[in-house]
Antibody
Framework: QVQLVQSGAEVKKPGASVKVSCKAS????????INWVRQATGQGLEWMGW????????GYAQKFQGRVTITRNTSISTAYMELSSLRSEDTAVYYC????????????WGQGTLVTVSS | DIQMTQSPSSLSASVGDRVTITCRAS??????LNWYQQKAGKAPKLLIY???SLQSGVPSRFSGSGSGTDFTLTISSLEPEDFATYYC?????????FGQGTKVEIK
């Protein structure tokens, strides 16, 4: 069965970087885009960016341009999202999600990773 | 970026009620609209894709309609497990965006 398993919770200081991993299983990793979405406590879903694991091509929301990098390691079927220059407003749960089909729908999601930014 | 606006932001309803949630796009997006349900502490779950196609395993009381800029999610008869927050998401642009969410609460 399809699974996306994310790395554990992180606590970071302002100005630091965080790298969250998303390990895929149960399907061919390079056949489906991966997207990253975050959610601050009590807030809505915020789309951050996408990656094609086959080509490595990426695209990012304007809000995160220059601060976010999405990469992958195809040999271990894992995607990564790195966010730099962290500030308190980046405290949130970060999700990876697999994309399915022409409608570009997010059909499978990781369990979420809480990133806390605090001095 | 394409802006997605949902209404209402929250609503109170009873089990058995018919519930309708609206999502409006800031520009035409054809039928490139997906709906998700999220319960507290959980990842979102896909309900409807391409505006009106029901995701496998989702109960038939959920339905979606619309095209262009205006879309609706309808729950024909609310069940206890449907109390949650619902989000629309546009997939027309490569820069995907979500609506702000609609929380469905128990009356």
């Amino acid at each position: 069965q399809v699974q996306l398993v994310q790395s554990g919770a992180e606590v970071k200081k302002p100005g630091a970087s965080v790298k969250v991993s998303c390990k895929a299983s149960g399907y061919t990793f390079t056949s489906y885009d991966i997207n990253w979405v975050r959610q601050a406590t009590g807030q809505g879903l915020e789309w951050m960016g996408w990656m094609n694991p086959n080509s490595g091509n990426t695209g990012y929301a304007q809000k995160f341009q220059g601060r976010v990098t999405i990469t992958r390691n195809t040999s271990i079927s894992t995607a990564y999202m790195e966010l730099s220059s962290l500030r308190s407003e980046d405290t949130a749960v970060y999700y990876c999600a697999r994309v399915k089909g022409y409608s570009y729908r997010f059909d499978y999601w990781g369990q979420g990773t809480l990133v806390t930014v605090s001095s | 970026d394409i802006q997605m606006t949902q209404s209402p932001s929250s609503l109170s309803a009873s089990v058995g009620d018919r519930v309708t949630i609206t999502c409006r796009a800031s520009q035409r997006i054809s039928s490139s609209l997906n709906w998700y349900q999220q319960k507290a502490g959980k990842a979102p779950k896909l309900l409807i894709y391409a505006a009106s196609s029901l995701q496998s395993g989702v109960p038939s009381r959920f339905s979606g309609s619309g095209s262009g800029t205006d879309f609706t999610l309808t729950i024909s008869s609310l069940e206890p497990e449907d109390f949650a927050t619902y989000y629309c998401q546009q997939s027309y642009s490569t820069l995907r965006t979500f609506g702000q969410g609609t929380k469905v609460e128990i009356k």
